[in-house]
């Protein structure tokens, strides 16, 4: 019992597609999006989402406190920073360090579970993205994560088929930043507080990333590639879901804790000891839409 609610928990934290080899940010290959939009609201649907091990030493995701931090730096509590695939340094991506461990708590199995319940529509993050008049160059959009649902359907490569419609959720979280940009066709936004919404067995969560940080490029297909969503995940947080996920188990959430001591390595409190696991995700997007009776005031 208490290995299967520790892999509950896991699984809902561990949004993941194993049918899509999404990586770190490439923008060797851009499309030619010099073509002007037609239209300056656009919605996607994530259809990957997957946290990605660090390999040598280099992850994808940002440097969200702005130093590069070596193992002896006390502002990250002695933890040692990680290089992006692009050479970039400083890169705050911690739970990276963690992910080969999935395995051995059995999230190897769940992760084909949280893949099945995005194909269910029981996972369906939103981005609407406003206000672009431009693909390639763009100093000033908007971006809005939204909750929604419904049943997609699925192409012959097991990824959502683009431009389906889908409901608003009730509860959608909203998150919103009106300062993101467009640079060489890369959508780039934050830092913001953005809260992903999931569920799994019929218990909804919601997670926040705090200071986020996200970065995706355009194709000419309206798609968005290569996306990674980093940000800092509060220690506390992942705890209240651990609870909410253990039921009357006790023994879980011990284990939980087990699996994250010693990983913060943001937001140092007063006695020095870091609040927040550093994290990133690899995504990429499709294009859809809401029904127009789910938007109506």
């Known amino acids: 019992m ?29 499309s030619d999006l010099s073509l002007e939009p037609v239209q300056t609201t656009f919605l996607l649907v994530l259809d990957t989402f997957q946290f990605v091990p660090v390999e040598e030493g280099i992850a994808p995701g940002f440097n969200i406190d702005g130093v590069v931090s070596g193992d002896d730096d006390a502002g990250s509590c002695n933890k040692e920073d990680l290089i992006a695939p692009d050479g970039e340094e ?6 990276a360090k963690v992910v080969p461990l999935f ?56 990824r959502l088929l683009a431009n389906q419609t889908f409901h608003l959720h009730p509860d959608s979280p909203d998150s919103f930043v009106d300062d993101a940009r467009i640079e060489d066709g890369v ?15 019929g218990m909804d969560y919601q997670l926040t990333f705090n200071a986020a940080q996200i970065e995706a490029r355009w194709t000419e ?6 996306g990674v ?5 509060r220690l506390e947080d992942l705890y209240a879901i651990g609870e909410t996920a253990a039921a009357d188990d006790g023994s879980v959430l011990p284990a939980i804790k087990q699996l994250f001591d010693g990983m913060a390595d943001l937001q140092p409190d007063e006695e020095g000891e870091c609040q927040q696991v550093s994290c990133a995700v690899a995504f990429s997007a499709v294009p859809a839409f809401f ?3 789910d938007l109506a005031p």
Request: charged letters at 15%; hydrophobic letters at 50%.
């Open 2 to 30: 208490r290995c299967s609610l520790v892999l509950l928990f896991l699984s809902s934290f561990f949004l993941s597609c194993a049918a899509d080899d999404h990586g770190a940010l490439d923008t060797s290959s851009s």
């Open 90 to 95: 400083g890169i705050d991506n911690q739970l």
């Open 103 to 158: 395995d051995f708590f059995g999230v190897g199995a769940a992760l084909n579970y949280v893949q099945d319940s995005i194909e269910e529509g029981g996972v369906l993050i939103m981005f609407e993205i406003a206000g672009v008049d431009d693909f390639v160059n763009d100093p000033i959009v908007s971006l809005e994560v939204k909750a929604g649902f419904g049943i997609p359907l699925l192409g012959t490569d097991g």
């Open 187 to 201: 959508l780039h936004a934050g830092p913001f507080n953005v809260t992903i919404p999931f569920a799994v067995l």
């Open 221 to 226: 297909e309206g798609w968005l590639e290569g």
């Open 229 to 233: 969503l980093g940000g800092g995940v």
């Open 291 to 293: 029904f127009a009776s």
